[in-house]
């Protein structure tokens, strides 16, 4: 016999519904910064990863294997709890000042996503066919000038799908950042919980909030593709 | 203009270029042929240095390629190279492929590359076609669209590779067309083709190379009515009746 008494207007309106929303907010700041942020470091490494210069490929390998091959959660403690350590004091100052635990998530956020978005854009960048490379550096472009304006761009068109992943799953491991104390729709969903016992409610209206999400940042990513990206694309 | 000078190349073990000595003066329209294997590709790919020489000299509108000051992509500026396969940039629509050089590397304003890409078009006859995608053109329509895109950086040199050799029949035409139309203009042409037609009309020598060798070099009409060679003969015999 289920004795539980369900109670949806706890998170429909008043006090638990703007802690809510406020989560998403944050959520939402989380995803756009984190997104936007790890696509240019990933466009960056991946650049690197195939530079003809020695040291630029082995900084840009390392940086690869280094953060794909930790656990997130360590990346976010590292940032939040180790890395202001070795910082001086006047720039300690000045981070606690700020907000410090959301500066530390979108870093730790950013670096783990860039090292996927990187190895996707590669792979990318690897099936243009080469004379492309080849019919812009008769053109008179410098290797990454060819890079900029003719190769990475029909990378990253090729690319769409495997980054609409990377970036579903930055959406998704925002809520990581709950455990620094980032006040985000996780957090705020068990803060719900904490005041009402209304675990159901709380997590089932987080659960919906990240659907819409997702499939937000899908279709609009979808929508970008269509009409900026690949208009010439035969539906 | 070009000038090679001892010229030798090798892939691994292939002697692809064995001592080639050519002199093209500005203006000249040089034809290169020979059977497939021979070389011819990759000469013409060592005059913008897709394919760089081994030993020898090689100079370029005064500029030697194997010194370490040539600044290349300069070079490469100044030299239009027309490939087999177009080799257009998909993503960018037809004038966009047109004006991308002139804007990025020539830094002319957009209008002016837009007008000059316009004007190209139409001597190429595609201006109707300066908003479509090179998914949507034809063969010959991608090749025309690759020459405007060359001619717009106002080259002393074009260089063609092959550039009717992935055409139906049907569009070959309209391609020659183009490149007769440059020949004369005072540019310099190097011109990689089976065509032997073209050569005759056009042409103001033919190099036949085989073997990574220029065996011989003489006027068209020379060439085609007393071919020196006996490898030439042969290979003139077989284009004009290749069942035999």
Redesign the interface.
């Known amino acids: 016999m289920l004795t539980y008494q369900f109670d949806w207007s706890v998170v429909t309106s008043g006090k638990y519904f703007e802690w809510l929303v406020s989560g998403f907010m944050v959520t939402l700041k989380l995803s756009v910064v984190g997104i936007i942020l790890a696509f240019i470091v990933g466009l960056l490494i991946a650049v690197m990863r195939m530079s003809h210069f020695r040291p630029v490929r082995w900084f840009a390998l390392a940086y690869l294997e280094f953060f794909r091959n930790t656990p997130l959660l360590v990346q976010i403690f590292f940032w939040y709890f180790g890395s202001y350590k070795i910082l001086p004091q006047a720039v300690n100052d000045w981070l606690n000042s700020t907000n410090f635990e959301f500066a530390a998530a979108v870093i730790a956020l950013t670096i783990y996503t860039s090292a996927f978005i990187a190895e996707d854009i590669r792979s990318g960048v690897l099936s243009i066919p080469k004379?492309?490379m080849?019919?812009?550096?008769?053109?008179?472009?410098?290797y990454l000038?060819s890079m900029q304006?003719?190769i990475l761009?029909?990378a990253v068109?090729i690319t769409v799908p495997p980054l609409v992943n990377q970036f579903l799953n930055l959406a998704k491991n925002s809520s990581l950042a709950m455990t620094i104390g980032v006040m985000e729709l996780t957090y705020q969903a068990r803060q719900v919980e904490s005041y009402t016992f209304k675990g159901f409610e709380a997590f089932t209206a987080a659960t919906i909030v990240y659907l819409v999400l997702s499939t937000s940042i899908t279709a609009l990513v979808h929508l970008y593709d269509k009409r900026v990206?690949?208009p010439?694309r035969a539906v | 203009m070009i000038q090679f000078a001892g010229v030798h190349k090798w892939f691994n073990q292939l002697h692809v270029l064995n001592d080639i000595n050519l002199r093209i003066t500005p203006g000249e329209v040089l034809v290169v042929c020979g059977p497939s294997g021979s070389g011819k590709s990759t000469l013409i790919r060592t005059i913008n240095q897709l394919e760089p020489i081994d030993k020898g000299k090689l100079v370029v509108d005064g500029m030697d390629l194997l010194d370490k000051k040539t600044d290349i992509n300069k070079l490469r500026a100044e030299i239009g190279f027309v490939f087999q396969q177009f080799n257009l940039y998909p993503h960018l629509s037809v004038l966009g492929n047109i004006t991308l050089a002139p804007l990025k590397i020539r830094k002319m304003p957009k209008k002016e590359a837009e007008e000059q890409a316009m004007t190209l078009l139409a001597r190429v006859g595609l201006a109707e076609k300066r908003d479509a995608y090179p998914s949507q053109l034809s063969g010959g329509q991608q090749q025309r669209v690759a020459i405007a895109r060359a001619l717009a950086m106002k080259p002393k040199i074009m260089l063609f590779d092959e550039p009717t050799s992935a055409l139906d029949p049907e569009m070959i035409g309209e391609v020659l067309a183009v490149m007769q139309g440059l020949a004369g203009t005072g540019i310099t042409m190097v011109v990689v083709t089976h065509e032997m037609g073209f050569a005759r009309e056009v042409a103001h020598r033919v190099a036949f190379m085989d073997h990574g060798v220029v065996l011989e070099e003489a006027k068209p009409e020379e060439f085609f009515r007393n071919p020196q060679h006996e490898r030439a003969q042969q290979f003139l015999k077989q284009l004009l009746s290749p069942m035999h």
Do not use: M
């Open positions: 004379e492309q080849e019919a812009a550096r008769s053109a008179g472009f410098s000038r304006y003719i761009p029909q068109r990206l690949n010439s």
